[in-house]
């Protein structure tokens, strides 16, 4: 459990504790169930994280919704985008092991998380990984309900293949930029899990 879990969750909890004493038992299951539900938001399961060389796990669970060439930093780039609803889990983990060479927060608007101009226009946390592996971004992405973007790492510091680095709360959108000749593992429509399920791998298995 994420501890923002708790500060979310524990005082709707009160809340309902509060209406049962009062005997407003409707009330008071309407709360229940809605701290149950941000209680189970704000979940952190540990996963494995495969140690093969070369592979780039998915920074975040959700569904593949798109994978499109486009341009990033005037350079040719392969994105993978994964739409979170709200009972997936929403910490995010590094897609390989590497430094944190930049971090960059962009304002913006709050459309839907699942569509495509929410990758350019909605609130956003960028941030690149490099390490010997190659270079990833990761876009954390807010959507229409997730107006709160957490990143826990900073510029330099070292992070490990799966490692979690921040998460989006209540429903986002991840976006993966990857180099070109990296290999795709994962197609649309694909329900992935950040950590355990492999994105893609920097270069031909052998």
């Not at 919704?65 to 994964?82: H, K, L, N, T, Y």
Request: aromatic fraction near 8%; avoid cysteine; hydrophobic fraction near 45%.
């Amino acid at each position: 459990m994420v501890k923002d879990g708790y500060w979310y969750g524990l005082p709707l909890v009160l809340i309902s504790g509060g209406l049962f004493g009062f005997k407003l038992y409707v009330l008071g299951t309407v709360f229940l169930l809605l701290a149950l539900l941000v209680l189970n938001f704000f979940r952190d399961p540990e996963r494995p994280v495969t140690t093969e060389p070369g592979a780039m796990v998915s920074p975040a669970d959700g569904r593949v919704v798109q994978i499109a060439d486009e341009e990033f930093g005037g350079r040719p780039v392969r994105r993978v985008s994964i739409f979170m609803n709200p009972l997936d889990v929403h910490v995010n983990r590094s897609p390989i092991p590497g430094t944190i060479t930049d971090i960059t927060y962009k304002a913006g608007a709050f459309h839907v998380a699942s569509l495509e101009k929410a990758s350019i226009e909605n609130e956003q946390n960028i941030f690149t990984v490099t390490g010997d592996e190659g270079t990833v971004v990761v876009k954390q992405i807010a959507g229409l309900l997730a107006r709160r973007i957490v990143f826990w790492k900073k510029v330099g510091d070292t992070v490990g293949r799966g490692q979690r680095v921040g998460l989006i709360k209540f429903g986002s959108r991840v976006d993966v930029l990857v180099e070109p000749g990296v290999v795709i593992q994962v197609k649309v429509g694909d329900h992935i899990r950040a950590g355990s399920d492999i994105l893609a791998y920097t270069r031909i298995k052998t």
